[in-house]
């Protein structure tokens, strides 16, 4: 069975850029995370969704980030215009069930460096 | 006060010996707890969830102590393979990840 995927796996780009990450998730889960991992602050929620609705996105940094979940099978994670302090590794991930209440299953991770 | 946290250790021990972390947490109404690992480079995978009552898996044991507010991780006969970070999980109305502890198994 395929798990959570994301893509790119590794972005590097320049200050002001655009970048744009993209996740598919189990099918069948019905929530859907965004994280974001740093030494510093280790892994932050971002946002999540459920049944393709944002529940709660008081985690997302400010204004240059947004999220979108246009059906089950797919999201974005958004980053414009991109900043040095946006390096990180953000995972998406998975979940049956609303919330954080059952096992997330995380993907890759897509590993993000901002020049 | 952060909702969850961890000792970041490191914590580094021998092969065999018996190591143990706890992660403690802010909202006595959470409902769901969880331990996770993540291997260097890599996402996090569920290692255990934890119910009330204590649960085993092997050489992996989860307690929940509700009027401390903490979960407990032990780990005996500890392996090389078990050197990782483990993350706790606590859930409610919303869920925080801890930021981990280190555990390096040392030969």
């Known amino acids: 069975d395929a798990g959570v995927i994301q893509s790119p796996r590794h972005e590097v780009t320049e200050m002001g850029q655009e970048v744009t990450l993209r996740c598919k998730p189990i099918s069948g889960h019905n929530s859907l995370f965004w994280y974001r991992q740093t030494m510093m602050r280790g892994l932050e929620l971002l946002i999540y969704?459920?049944?393709?609705?944002?529940?709660?996105d008081s985690g997302m940094p400010e204004d240059r980030f947004s999220a979108k979940m246009p059906n089950a099978s797919f999201s974005t994670l958004k980053i414009q215009p991109s900043e040095p302090r946006d390096s990180a590794v953000y995972f998406c991930a998975s979940s049956l069930g609303r919330g954080g209440l059952n096992e997330q299953f995380f993907g890759p991770g897509t590993r993000l460096t901002v020049l | 006060r952060k909702e969850v946290e961890q000792d970041p250790g490191p914590f580094n021990v021998p092969e065999g010996a018996t190591v143990a972390f706890n992660c403690t947490y802010s909202n006595s109404a959470s409902q769901s707890f969880f331990w996770y690992r993540q291997d260097c480079r890599k996402e996090p995978k569920l290692l255990m969830s934890?119910?009330?009552s204590g649960n085993e898996d092997g050489r992996f044991t989860a307690q929940l102590n509700r009027a401390s507010q903490y979960i407990s991780l032990l780990i005996r006969d500890s392996k090389l393979s078990d050197s990782a970070t483990y993350l706790c999980v606590v859930t409610g109305n919303q869920f925080y990840f801890g930021t981990g502890t280190s555990l390096t198994v040392i030969p």
């Open positions: 934890v119910y009330s």
């Open positions: 969704f459920n049944n393709n609705v944002p529940i709660d």
